[in-house]
């Protein structure tokens, strides 16, 4: 029975993320690493680096999405992905390494930071 909860809850979790992302074009990692972490108990870390591995196809998918209904300016698409990149592969690199806090206030802050921005105008 616990099996079924669990996946229950991913199934659920996933959908909730995967709209998220595809709504707002990205974000979802916001949601999928409080999910992860509280409801189906995932070690901190842990959340984090599975909201990356989530993200991934979803985030593919939505960019095609993007990318074929012309939504997508590729002379600052392609950039950005390149810096992007690299800077996924550091923060990957640093997740393994800083403090489980230091994780929990950098991610506060940036979701504080984009909750404020998002009702500024």
């Given at each position: ?55 991934a196809p979803v ?63």
């Amino acid at each position: 029975m616990k099996g079924i909860k669990y996946a229950a809850t991913a199934i659920f979790s996933g959908a909730a993320i995967g709209a998220a992302n595809g709504l707002f074009g990205g974000g979802g990692g916001m949601i999928a690493v409080p999910l992860l972490s509280g409801a189906m108990d995932f070690e901190e870390k842990a959340a984090h680096a599975t909201a990356i591995l989530i993200i991934a196809p979803v985030s593919f998918a939505g960019a095609a999405a993007y990318l074929f209904s012309g939504c997508v300016l590729p002379y600052v698409a392609i950039p950005a992905a390149v810096g992007m990149t690299a800077g996924g592969a550091v923060g990957a690199l640093l997740l393994n390494k800083l403090p489980l806090m230091a994780v929990k206030m950098i991610f506060a802050a940036v979701m504080l930071a984009a909750g404020i921005r998002m009702v500024l105008p």
